[in-house]
């Protein structure tokens, strides 16, 4: 990994730290703007890796090191887990209006999702930095 993106992911990690509690670091407004600005961020930082993700992907069944096939089930993995942390914090946002995309579901339901994919992605944004 080089500097740029080792930086990169270490922005979004630190940027999600500071988010965990969405009370205590400028407000709820902040929170939610700030989550979507993350998921810009590691749209991003896919975009410059996806040199990678392709090689690794078409090989993935074939010669690829152990390493490079833990790293991309770890990356799918964080995909995931960002993926659910929008997606849920949109269902559950109070200071955006996202409510003309109809997600359905319970208030409960999201709030757990988005609860438990934040904590489980902040462990492997950790894994990732190694």
Known sequence: MNISKFFLSLIITIAMLLLMDPRSFYGLAFHEWAGLVIGIFFILHKILNWG???KVTVGFFRKCPGRARFNYILDVMLLAGITLMILSGIAIARTIDFSWLNLGGS???WRVMHTSSSFITLALFGIHLG
């Open 107 to 109: 208030r409960m339901f």
């Open 52 to 54: 990678w993700i392709k």
